[in-house]
């Protein structure tokens, strides 16, 4: 059988050779798979420039949908989705600038969570008699949410992974 190289971007396994890896890396699915991946990792100034300076797209705009979907050349943000990323640019342009200026620490902060802690911890002795729930886990500001994950990041499911009846020990 020999070597398969896996990759992650188009979620995809083939026999590796020079061949084969060059078709594929060059390949229109795969650049267009690993631009995806890599603009949900783009700040927000940058989609915001990029986004100002493309006509809007007038299929998406009358229809609500576009044939082209990410790959089309043209905008499908609206002027309340602009005016919301100008309005985060903003916001972190600021905060940008008080870390610089060496100003206090800006809100949303390690101090704050020791302050909120410090509130329920208080609140979980005065009803002791209650059991604390904790709380449930949240990926930091920023990360793709989880459905967009290539598979080889995602967390296993429940029992593992299936296991294809070729690789099967015993």
Known sequence: MG????CDYCDRSFQDNLHNRKKHLNGVQHLR????????FRDAAAILQEE????????FLQTGQCDFGSNCRFSHMTEQDLEKLSAQVQGEQRSRELRQEGADIPPGTVEDWLERRAKRLSAAQSNSSLPEKPAPFQYPPGWPPLQELPPSLRAPP?????????????
């Open 52 to 59: 100002q300076s493309k006509k809007p797209c007038r299929k």
């Open 158 to 170: 429940p029992g593992g992974w299936p296991v294809p009846p070729g690789l099967q020990w015993g």
């Open 3 to 6: 070597k398969r190289y896996f």
């Open 33 to 40: 798979a690993k631009r995806a991946w890599y603009d949900l």
